[in-house]
Nanobody, 127 residues
Framework: QVQLVESGGGLVQAGGSLRLSCAASGRALSSYVMGWFRQAPGKERTFVATISRDGGSTYYTDSVKGRFTISRDNAKNTVYLQMNSLKPEDTAVYYC????????????????????WGQGTQVTVSS
């Protein structure tokens, strides 16, 4: 089982940027499809972005397209989420998640598809 630890959250003004990191241990990250999800207060956890094992395929929820970028460095066992032009509605706890996959080019975006989760990092965007 892979262990995941998120970092990089914090308080930022609207229009600002943050980069979240998700460090994996216990297993090679290259075997996993990775995803970012978020959960706002009082709301369900929802999908944000996902990336295939080889990094060649990505997919985003509509509300973050053009503002967020997911990437990975398998050599460093780390996945990133670059968040630009942040809005107050982006305020949430952000979680990274992992799902083992045989195929290098596929991705997943359903919460139920992911087996391993980090503890989350808080992102707060002030207006």
């Amino acid at each position: 089982q892979v262990q995941l630890v998120e970092s990089g959250g914090g308080l930022v003004q609207a229009g600002g940027s943050l980069r979240l990191s998700c460090a994996a241990s216990g297993r090679a990250l290259s075997s996993y499809v990775m995803g970012w999800f978020r959960q706002a207060p009082g709301k369900e956890r929802t999908f944000v972005a996902t990336i295939s094992r080889d990094g060649g395929s990505t997919y985003y929820t509509d509300s973050v397209k053009g503002r967020f970028t997911i990437s990975r460095d398998n050599a460093k066992n780390t996945v990133y989420l670059q968040m630009n032009s942040l809005k107050p509605e982006d305020t949430a706890v952000y979680y990274c998640a992992a799902r083992q996959s045989y195929y290098t080019y596929v991705y997943y975006y359903s919460l139920a598809d992911f087996r391993s989760w980090g503890q989350g990092t808080q992102v707060t965007v002030s207006s």
